[in-house]
């Protein structure tokens, strides 16, 4: 699994160098964060603290920071199920409707960790299948 997370990462990486020409500013502003195993492009802006990244089934999109931030989870793209997905983190915790294509946000304000879980249903019980996380600060 972390093989598949690496080469992942690294294919983005790739991808993002290879239509940097006119757009390169553009890539200079974000940088990757990695914990356990999930990887988050954050922005490097002052004053901000964007976020994107994927665990598994889920991606979260944080967008924002302490003052004020919304964290939005959803399924990554080709790995949809059907099930739904929560978001939670300072002042906010949003529980998403389940779908075959699950997605939830919701804003909130503090410091602390917001995430986005996502719950698979298969034969009448739910199972996790992802949980990035950010720090909002």
Known sequence: ???LLVAAVAF????????AGAAG??????????????????SKTPGHRDAHG??????VNVVGNA???????????????YGHIN???PGMRVEGKDSAYPGVA?????????????WELDNGRY?????????VT
């Open 1 to 3: 699994m972390r093989s």
């Open 67 to 81: 003052s004020g931030y919304t964290t939005s989870g959803y399924y990554s793209g080709s790995n949809r199920f």
């Open 87 to 89: 978001v939670w983190g």
């Open 54 to 59: 994927c665990n598994h089934k889920v991606c």
């Open 25 to 42: 500013t553009a890539h200079e502003s974000a940088a990757w964060e990695c914990a356990r195993d999930v990887c988050l492009q954050v």
């Open 106 to 118: 919701g804003k909130g304000r503090g410091t602390g960790q917001t995430c986005a879980e996502g």
């Open 127 to 135: 199972t996790s299948v992802g949980l990035p996380c950010k720090d």
């Open 12 to 19: 983005a990486l790739i991808t993002a160098s290879a239509g």
